[in-house]
DNA sequence: TTATTTTTTTAGATTAGTCTAAATTTTTTA
DNA sequence: TAAAAAATTTAGACTAATCTAAAAAAATAA
C-alpha cells in the first residue's frame, strides 16, 4: 500500500493533469502547501514506484497504475462527502475537510459497500463525478456560465472552486446544484453575469460566473 | 491534536489500566506489537504532554486529559464499528481492523452526528459499552460463562478475545450477543461447559467459556 | 544477602517526509 | 544569443517513530 503522502501527491498531480499534459514541481508544491524541494524528493519516489512519469525538470504525469490509485482516492473522496451530506446532514461547504481525511481508509471493500448502502450516487454534493469502482465515470460536457451567451439556460451542475466561503456565497444566491437558470444579461463592463433563478434575479461577478458550471 | 502513534499508545494504556492499576513498558510493548525501547521514548513524551503518569521503572497510567483522549478514540471505534454492521452489513468478525482505522478520523462533530443517525447506539456489535460525548458509559457486570455454576442461566452480552477466529466460532456454534443460554453442565475433568442456547446443546472449553461473557 | 534473571532505559542508527540554502538547469528577455 | 530571472534539483539538516545492542535498575532465587 501506499503512504497518506504518496497518496495526496498522486491526487493533486492527477487533478493538476486532468486538462493539460504535465503537473510541474511547483505546481505540485503550491497545491499540497509545501516546498518545490519535497516535492523533488517524493516525485523520484513515486517514479522509482513506477506511479508517474518523471523526467527531470519536465514536470511529470500519472502512469496507469499512478492513475488508478488517484482514481481510488477520488472516488473514496467523493462518497464520503456524499455520505456526509446525505446521511450525516452536513452542508455542502463542511464536508471537503472531513473527507480530505476519510478518502485515506484503505479498505476496498468498506467504500464498496459504502456506495451499495447510499445506492450508487454518481455525483458528490458539488456535482463531481464519482468514479465507479473501476475507476470509470460518465464526464458531462460542463460549461461555466461566464461562457455562456444571453439567454441560454443551463442547470447549475458543479463547481470550479471547492472553498466554503464560495459555496456558502453560493447558497445565500441560492445558486445550488440542480437549481435551473436563465443568463438574462451579461454587463460589458466588468463581464458580470445576471441570471434568473426560480422567481429571483442574481448579478454574479465575472469571477463566480467562472466557477460556477452548468449543464446546457 | 495528538498523533496516531500517540493515540494507539494511549488506548492501550487505558485497556491495560482498565482494571488494575499501572502498565508496564513490556505490557504495552507487547499490545502494539513493538520493542520496549519504543515505548520509552514514548512514554517520555506523553508524560511531557501531561497525558500519562510515568515514573521510570514504575509503569504508567492516565491522567485525566489522557483518559479523556482514550475515551474519545474507543468512543470512535465502537461507533464506526456499529456502524460497519449494522448499516454497511459486515459480519461481526470482519469489523475490529477497519474500526482501528476509522477512529483516528479527529472529527467530533462527524462522530456526534453519526451517533445521532444510528439512534445513540449503547452498544457495540461485541457487547462493548460505546462512550456518549462526554467519555461517560455504563458499565454493568458481566461474568465469564466459567465463573457460573449449573443451571445458571443469562444472556451473552460481551465476549473478552475480540479475534477473527474467536468470533467466527461463537457464530457457528449459534453463540452470539444477545442469546439466552443456560449452563447445564460443567465437565469436572476439564472444566468444559455444557451451554444450552435455544433448542440446541454445545458444549464449550475452558477457554472459550473464559472469553464468553454473560448478563445474569 | 549476594548472584542471576528479567525488565527497563539509554545510546546510537534508520526511515519517511519535510525544510532551508546553495547549485544547476531552463526559460525569458533584452 | 548572452544575461537575467524563474524553476528545479541537490546537499545537508531536522522531527517523529522506530529499531538493535548495551547499560542500568528491579525482581527473583539460591
Redesign the pocket.
Known amino acids: 500500500m501506499n ?4 497518496e495526496n501527491y498522486l491526487k493533486a498531480i492527477y487533478h493538476l493533469t486532468e486538462n493539460d499534459g504535465n503537473a ?3 505546481q505540485i508544491a503550491s497545491s499540497l502547501n ?12 513515486l517514479a522509482d514506484k513506477a506511479l508517474i512519469n518523471y523526467t ?2 519536465q ?1 511529470v504525469n500519472l502512469t496507469p497504475s499512478g492513475e488508478k490509485i488517484a482514481l481510488g482516492i477520488i472516488r473514496k473522496h467523493r462518497l464520503w462527502e456524499y455520505f456526509l451530506v446525505e446521511k450525516l446532514n452536513f452542508k455542502w461547504d463542511q464536508v471537503h475537510d472531513l473527507a480530505e481525511e476519510m478518502e485515506h481508509i484503505s479498505s476496498e471493500e468498506l467504500i464498496d459497500r459504502l456506495d451499495q448502502f447510499m445506492g450508487y450516487p454518481t455525483h458528490d454534493p458539488h456535482g463531481d463525478p464519482i468514479p465507479d469502482c473501476n475507476g470509470r465515470f460518465n464526464t458531462h460536457e460542463l460549461k461555466p456560465v461566464s461562457a455562456v451567451t444571453i439567454n441560454q439556460c443551463g442547470v447549475i451542475s458543479g463547481v470550479r472552486d471547492h472553498s466554503s466561503s464560495f459555496l456558502q456565497y453560493l447558497d445565500k444566491q441560492q445558486l445550488t446544484i440542480g437549481c435551473k437558470i436563465i443568463i438574462t444579461d451579461i454587463i460589458e463592463y466588468d463581464h458580470s453575469v445576471v441570471v434568473q433563478t426560480g422567481n429571483k434575479e442574481v448579478q454574479i461577478s465575472r469571477e463566480v460566473a467562472n466557477n460556477l458550471l452548468i449543464a446546457l
Chains 1, 2 share one sequence.
Open positions: 503512504t497518506l503522502a504518496e510541474s514541481t511547483n509545501t516546498k518545490a524541494s519535497s516535492v523533488t524528493d517524493m516525485l523520484k519516489k527531470p525538470y514536470g
